[in-house]
């Protein structure tokens, strides 16, 4: 089983809604990551955080905000989204907050998200 | 260009057949690391194996094999007797000191959808 959890694993919301997906992982691990995955695609790379704060933002629209309340929790506030947002919403850590290409990344289960 | 690139995009195998991933990489780094994730429907993706360019050991876990050859640039993993629980989206990822490496993610091929038939 994943260390990583996330919830919820399903939600559906309407492109006026504000939700949150949520993440935890309990492994101290110092860098966690938000990842978007479109049908048939590779997970793309979203939002880094190190140590608790934002070391990368990769042109994501404002209408996905992150938030890193402490190091164990990451969240994906989500605001007027469109259809094409529709997506498998991944969250991921890895041991060390420095960049370091031996750093294992852990995924979590995902969050289907769907904008109706 | 791509820096990783899965070539099949869907193979099919009855179980119990042999079965080999490939993965072609492309970095001007000496020092990066490749990594296979597993993807079943449920959506997770569960890390598998991750190898450093100074180590082109081959490498064996279970049915699992992985051969790392840095001449050819491939990191190619083989499923041996396969069964229907194999059956899955399989990715090949990269990570380069050049790029930031491990905290700045990981660089996916497009994955390699495997059908294991009953």
């Known amino acids: 089983d994943t260390e990583v959890t996330q919830t919820p694993k399903h939600l559906v919301m309407g492109m006026t809604n504000k939700k949150s997906l949520k993440c935890e992982q309990h492994?101290?691990?110092?860098?966690m990551y938000w990842y978007k995955q479109k049908a048939k695609k590779p997970p793309e790379l979203m939002f880094v955080?190190?140590?608790?704060?934002?070391?990368i933002n990769e042109s994501v629209p404002s209408r996905f905000s992150p938030e890193c309340p402490n190091s164990s929790l990451l969240n994906l506030h989500l605001h007027a989204l469109q259809p094409e947002d529709s997506a498998l919403y991944l969250c991921?850590?890895?041991?060390?907050?420095?960049?370091?290409?031996?750093?294992?990344?852990?995924f979590g289960e995902g969050s289907w998200l769907t904008v109706v | 260009a791509q820096k990783v690139t899965q070539a099949q995009t869907e193979i099919s195998v009855v179980e119990k057949e042999d079965v080999t991933l490939d993965c072609v990489y492309e970095?001007?780094?000496?020092?990066?690391?490749l990594f296979w994730y597993k993807q079943p429907p449920s959506g997770e993706l569960v890390f598998l194996i991750r190898?450093?360019?100074?180590?082109?050991q081959n490498e064996i876990s279970g049915r699992y094999s992985w051969n790392f050859q840095k001449s050819t640039s491939s990191f190619n993993f083989t499923i041996t007797a396969s069964q229907v629980v194999d059956s899955a989206v399989y990715f090949c990822?990269?990570?380069?000191?050049?790029?930031?490496?491990?905290?700045?993610?990981?660089?996916f091929g497009k994955g390699t959808h495997l059908i294991i038939q009953p």
């Open positions: 991921a850590s890895s041991p060390s907050g420095q960049p370091s290409p031996g750093n294992t990344i852990y």
């Open positions: 492994m101290g691990h110092r860098a």
């Open positions: 955080y190190s140590y608790e704060k934002l070391s």
């Open positions: 970095t001007r780094d000496t020092t990066y690391y």
């Open positions: 190898r450093n360019s100074f180590d082109e």
């Open positions: 990822a990269l990570s380069e000191r050049s790029s930031g490496g491990g905290a700045d993610g990981l660089t």
